[in-house]
């Protein structure tokens, strides 16, 4: 998610289609939410890891911006921007912290997932109400972590993810994290051609050539 503050492209009216789309993205992250809210908890109140509490942390940040999130001034809405946008929110949501035997302790664990909640932290709050669901425009941000990556929100789910996953090693969680991040991956890639028309962008990608981590992507 990444995105200038002033943008050269113009605004466009919201449609009924757009509004009732938005009333049931907020409704669908808000029941996944819940859900993960119920799992989470229930594990913490079983085995006292703090682990997947932290992944609870950094998700309801996605709820909040949700909804105080700027209208966006251009929105990818292909098939193939859906399909990665609700694979890459539903996958965390789907993960279960019980099963396997933890790769690590805790603590590490714990440790792992409080980097990238704080990465995720500092790079939604320099975002602000520009964070946005689908690949769109909804001005470019240039600040903070931003400064090091296109795309540090989705760096620090990674990092998170990698914790929970070493916490909890199941083939479900597997599964759902290499669907779910390659999604991830492919919506930052698909956001960059939205906002590639954008001048402002365009000078931001000449200043910040990594997507994801520095010296890797």
Not at 1 to 12: D, F, K, L, V
Not at 108 to 137: C, D, E, I, M, Y
Not at 179 to 208: F, G, K
Request: net charge positive.
């Amino acid at each position: 998610m990444t995105g200038p503050e002033n943008s050269e492209q113009p605004r466009r009216h919201l449609t009924t289609r757009d509004v009732i789309n938005d009333l049931l993205a907020r409704v669908a992250i808000g029941a996944l939410f819940t859900m993960l809210c119920v799992n989470i908890f229930a594990d913490y109140m079983r085995t006292g890891h703090f682990t997947g509490l932290l992944l609870l942390a950094g998700e309801s940040l996605v709820v909040v911006l949700t909804i105080v999130r700027r209208r966006a001034r251009i929105v990818d809405r292909s098939l193939t921007a859906a399909v990665m946008t609700t694979l890459s929110l539903a996958g965390p949501f789907l993960l279960s912290p019980g099963g396997g035997s933890p790769l690590a302790s805790d603590v590490a664990t714990a440790t792992l997932s409080a980097l990238g909640l704080a990465l995720v932290v500092v790079a939604k709050v320099a975002l602000g109400r520009s964070f946005g669901l689908a690949p769109a425009n909804r001005g470019v941000v240039v600040r903070g972590p931003y400064t090091l990556v296109r795309h540090p929100i989705y760096t620090g789910y990674l990092v998170t993810h990698i914790g929970f996953l070493i916490a909890h090693p199941t083939a479900q969680n597997v599964a759902v994290i290499l669907i779910a991040d390659t999604a991830l991956i492919v919506r930052a890639l698909m956001e960059e051609r939205v906002l590639s028309a954008d001048t402002l962008y365009q000078q931001y990608c000449r200043r910040v050539g990594w997507h994801l981590v520095p010296g890797v992507f």
